[in-house]
Structure formats: structure tokens, C-alpha cells
């Protein structure tokens, strides 16, 4: 203990460890609290005594314990929790519990059974995976008398762990325990809040069930006040996520929305070293921050939104395509196509897998998620304008023109119907799906043949008559469907924005992932557009005198900037839509699209499925018709165009500039990363004239740390408008720093005299180099 006793003494605490009253029958070096006859625990009165007298007067703020002593400080918390103004325990604050166990409760001491509420008090449970004396599953159900527990597993048995890993996390769980408390949580009076708050309360309530059907859990299954309920985060196997499921519970105190916070706290059952303090840091951060840019307003789903967005990516961009249509469009066959290649996992075998396509509607049920790869956009990548004789290498590889390939998310959702917005074939769950999405393909079928719920009805059926679709109609529903589910979720908040007044109207979009300024710019606009559409001057200072027609022209230019959208004119190969693919390439823009690409997902994907069969199946049979001729590029096309909508920023860490090596610290991501080509999608890509990536080795079917020579291996995709601060973060969680940002230099080009850049300053052409310096070296220097 006195590793564990040195450290806390370094932290300002002191450890006091009395002994245990009685000794024990068989063991002489050995004390225990109680003795234990059938449930009466003799002496346990002795024991609490002796507590209180060592406590009294003292500034204690938490207990520990092992094994009997575990169980002590669980019964002492308990009953504290029970009793906090006459336990004797005042200002105890956390517990931590080694190699604790539940049992039967002591006959002979009044702890009541009828509290049914979990213990409020922080806990952390550490048990040895190999302990046979109280195996791992007991700790466990002593744990579930508290709210929130945390654990800590240790290879060994029955002993206190204090390799210095461990003494950390006691110390990291103690300091986080204290500073809660600090927190207003106690301060949450069970008060009615006045009728016209409770209002609020409950409609925002009634929303987030609407918007998280499965995802929402309200534990008393009516709402009480204080209201509580948890949003449980769904977990996907990229990002950032723990390995067991996180959810976020929220409090609303009685002045929830108007004039506070709501009280937030992250449940899971997740030990300190798989959900580290950061990480958690980082989510209540991001939860902060989100509330305090909706302060006044309900905020909940902006909070959800913000830790998704960390989970997912880290803090990392990944460029997310979203496939959006009514159904039995064609988007799933779409999906397939662009994603086929990535999906290749074996050099010599072939597996399409994907998603579900069929002719009937409602295929689709859960997003279906892929990597595809995309050529960068011309003019991000320094390579273009390098004359040097050094060779530009990159991870992910080339197309056949020599442009570096960046990894894409494309979401493939299920079909939107009219009426998608308020919930109809549940289509508010699917268009949440595409919230973190940077750029929407709308699908269309463009044949026309069948009707807007994506009946099919034949070709007699073409447009016009008997419910057949126009792609024109298709699109002007659907894009009424995105404008409604954004306007459903901004009409929440309004009558709060009403009331503090124009400065506070770009707040009602937060939650869909853009900076302030974008959305003062729509705004702007849209002014502008009314100002020229009426002859008058237009302003929205006043908004006591908007109308619901305004809410929407606002809402419906947020969503043209937020989601640019690209049309797949799909189906070409239907003799119906050539006539109609000319009329909707000739009424463009309109409805938020300004591009339209014909295609045939379906014969893409065709060309796909027989690329792959021959290359890794190794099928002795001569290339087909199709792809002896020009192979069909309409999906290939709609991604490149959704990608140079995005505009990302890209970045190309280096460790050195005279050599442009990569940092070691990104080793790990560059070799292991889940985006990266495997050696199925190489051979394809080969085939297809592209280049392989250029530490990839083909003998061993690995990636291989590169050899030297080999520059700018890596690129950092990161969202338009990332600060220096942002890069930092990205870089320091996939390992290439230690410590923290000290300062960052930039310069436009080598031999300029570097100059600071402020760590708020956005990423942009004009410092085309930037050196970022820490405080502490990071393991790999
Ligand atoms: N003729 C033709 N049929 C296509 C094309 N693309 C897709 N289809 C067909 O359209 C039907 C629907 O395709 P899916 O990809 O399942 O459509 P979806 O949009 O994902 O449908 P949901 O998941 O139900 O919303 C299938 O029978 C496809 O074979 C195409 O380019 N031409
Ligand atoms: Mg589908």
C-alpha cells in the first residue's frame, strides 16, 4: 500500500488505514470487522463506532476497502446514502471496493431494503480475474446497489493491485469522484418545476422518443419529477468506442430549459482502462459545450449528437456520404456498386456480400455502412505541384490516373416515403441516421415506373398515369421530407429563440455539425434573397413577427448548405428514362440539387461482381462484353462530384521536412486502420490500372512500415473550418504526440521565416505548413 499511500500523498490526500477490531480465529495475521454467524454479523456495531470516531472532526472524503473491508464500505455507503445526516460519514464522497461481494445483509444492523434508489455516491469495483476466493461476478453484484459504478479488472487474485498503472487509475477515479461533487448534482431539488417549464420538459421528452425510438429508456416508465431518463448510444465497430455500451443519462432540474442545464452523467460498464478519464473528459466536454451553445434551449439531442460525433470519429473527420431516395430506387444496389471493391477481404477469394437489394420496397431497415475509396479532390494534395525526385507514397493507393485515394463512408438508409418526417415507415428514425452525413446522393429512379412508395408498376405505367412517379415529383417530395424532419426539430426550440431574440437564431441548427458562421451566413441569404424578392428591405431582427413560411425558408437554406445533395439519375438502362433524365437535367438546379449524373446502378454493380469474380476467383473466362467496352463510371462519377462538394482539408503529417517521413506515432493507424485497402480491393484496383498503396507488401499480404524514401505515406482527412487545436487533438489520439499543445508555427512554403499561429486559427492554403510543439515527448520519441 505504500506506493498507493506515496502517490495520493503527492496528490495533497492522506491515507488512513485502521485495523479491523477483532482478530482473526485461524489466521493470527489477519483482523476482521465482524465475525460472521449465519446473517448476524457480531461486532459490526463495534466497527461502525470505531469509524465514526476516527472520522469525527477529521476532513475525510472517501473510503476503501478489501475484500470483508470491501464489503464494509459498501454496507457504510449504503447506509450513508441512507442516512447522510446521521451516519456519522459526513462528507464521504466516493468508495472504492477491492475484491468486494454482495451476501446476505446483516440481521443485526438496520440497513433498510425498501431504498430501492441506487446509491448516488461515486464507486469504483476492482477485482482479479483470477480470484478464487470471491470470483470476478461477485464484485460485480455488489456493484448494482450503485448508481453509475466503475470497475477495474486485474489479472491477478486476492490482493490489493498496486502496480503504478493501477495506483493511476485510484487516483484519476478519486479526483474525478471529488470534482463531481462539486457539481450541482446535489443540488436538484425534486420540485415541481412551474407548469409552463414542466411543459417544455415533457415536450422535448416526447421528441427525443420520437427521434431515439430504441435508443430511449425512461426507468420509471413515467415521467417523474425531476424527469431522468437515458438515451443508450449505439455502438459501431469503428471510432472510438469503448468495448462495452455507454448510454447517457440526463436530470432535468426544475429550471431545465430556460435558465439551466441539464444534469448529464455517462453510464456503462466499462473499467477505467478501457474508458479512460480523457475519453470521458472529452464527452462531458463536448456535452458542455453543446449545451452551453444552446443555453436556454433544449439540448439534449445536440448533446447526443456531440458525443456520437466523438465516438464515432474520435474527433477525427470521416468524410460520410449519405444515400437518401424513396424505395426501391436503387439505392442499396448504388451502395453495392461503389463499395464492392472495399468489401474484398481475401486476395483469392470473393465475397459480394453487402446489403439487400430487392424489387420490393422497405428492403432496407438498418443503414447499411461501407468504406469505399475516392479520388481526392484536385488541388488538396501537395503532390500535384511537386517537382522533387522523391517518391510521393500514400496508404490507401491510386486510381488509374495517379490521383491519391482518401477513404469515403457511404450510409445506405432505408427508403423515405411522404410523411417520412413525422415518423411514417419510420422515417425520422432513417433520416437521423443521416445526420452526421456531409453530403447526400439522392437516388431517383428515373424510369418513372413506379409510384412514391416505390411500388413497381411496370413499364405501361409510365408517368402521369395510375400513381406512376416523375423523378421531378420524387425529388420535390423527398426534399420536402428533409426540409419538415429539420423543421420538426428546429420548431422545438423556437418559441426559446423567439424570446431571446436574433442572436440566438443560429442556435436552433446546432446539432447538424456546423460552425456558427455557416449558419449566420444562411441567414444573411436569405435576408438578401427576401430583401430582392419583395423590393423592400427584409430583416429577421424582429422575430416576434415570424411566420411559419419564414421558419421554413430559413430551414429550407440551412439544408441546402448543410446537405449539398448530388442526383444519380438511376435506371438509365430503362427505355422510360431517357426523356425523363433530359427533362430533370434541364430544370436544374432545383430543389437544393444543382448536379445530375445518369447511371445504372445495377449494371455498375454487375461490372463490379464480374471484376471481382475474375480477379480473385481467377475465372478463366474472357472479360465480359461490357467490360471490354468502356466500363460504366455514373456511381464512380456521383462519388467524385459528392466529394468535391464536401471540400475536405486535407493533411499530410510528416516527422521531418528535408525527408517528408512519416511520424512514427502513426504507425499503428497507418497499418492497422479499418479504411485501409486489404489485399482483395489492391488486386482490384490493380486490375483497374490503379496503383497499390505504397507500403503495402505484396509477397507478405501486409502493410509494412515504409522504407525510407517514402514521403507523405499518411493523410488526416479533416471537416472545412478545423483549427490547429482540432489537428492537435486528431494527431495526439491517434498517438503521434504526448502532452500537451505548447505552440504551432506556419510558414506558406519551405524557406519562409516561420510565425506563430494561434491554436483557434482554421486550417487553410495560406500556411501550408504548420509544426505543432508539446510539452512532453510521446512514446515513440
Ligand atoms: N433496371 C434497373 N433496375 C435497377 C437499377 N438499380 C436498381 N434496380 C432494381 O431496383 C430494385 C430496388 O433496388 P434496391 O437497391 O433494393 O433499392 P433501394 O432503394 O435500396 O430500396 P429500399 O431498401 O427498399 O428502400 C431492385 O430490383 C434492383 O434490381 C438499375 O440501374 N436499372
Ligand atoms: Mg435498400
Redesign the pocket.
Known sequence: MDRFRRRLAKEGFDLIAPDAPFPHPEQELLRMWWDRQNDSYEGIHQSIQLLQEIWLGQQFVGMIGFSQGARFVELLLRWHFQNPETSGFSGLQFGIMIAGYDAPLPTNWCLSTNHQQLVQIPTLHVMGLQDELVPPEKSRKAATYFHNPQFLEHEGGHHVPVQSPRVTAYVEFIQNALQQSTTPEETISTLMPDPEIAELQRDELEALQAIFPEEFTLPDGLPQYPITFQIALPQTEEGWWPPHPVALEFTFPPQYPTESMPIINLLHNNNVMEFSSLQKERCMQAMHHACQLEEGMPSVMSCVYAVKELFESGGHYRLTLGLV?K???????FFNAATGFARQRGDNESSLGGAT????????IDANIGYCLVPAPAGSCPEEDYTGDQIIGCTHGRDSQGRRLIPVLLK?V??LVPGAYKGRGRGNKFLNDLTDAHVLIH?LDASGTSDEG?NALGEDFDTGSNGASHPLHDLEFIRKELIEWVYSNVIQKWESIRRKGKTKLSDMFSGYGQTEGVTAAVIGEVESFMTASIGQAYSFDDLSKWDSGDLHRLVSAFLGVRFPVVLAL?????PSSKEKIREVQEALPIHGAHIGVPL????EMIFVKSTIERVLVRDSRPATLLEANSPPLGVWQCLNEAVFLTNPMLVFPVSDFSTLSPLPGLRKIAIENSSLPSSGMISCLVTAGGKAPTHWNAEDQLYRPAASGISLRDVIVMKPGSTVEDLFFVLKRLGAFGGEFVRAEGIYAIGDSPKQVPKGRMLAKDIRIIKIMTNKKASWQ
Open positions: 431516395g424505395p426501391s430506387a436503387g439505392k442499396s444496389t437489394m430487392a424489387s420490393h420496397p422497405f428492403t432496407t445506405d432505408a427508403g437516388i416505390g438511376n435506371k438509365m438502362d430503362l445504372s446502378a445495377n449494371q
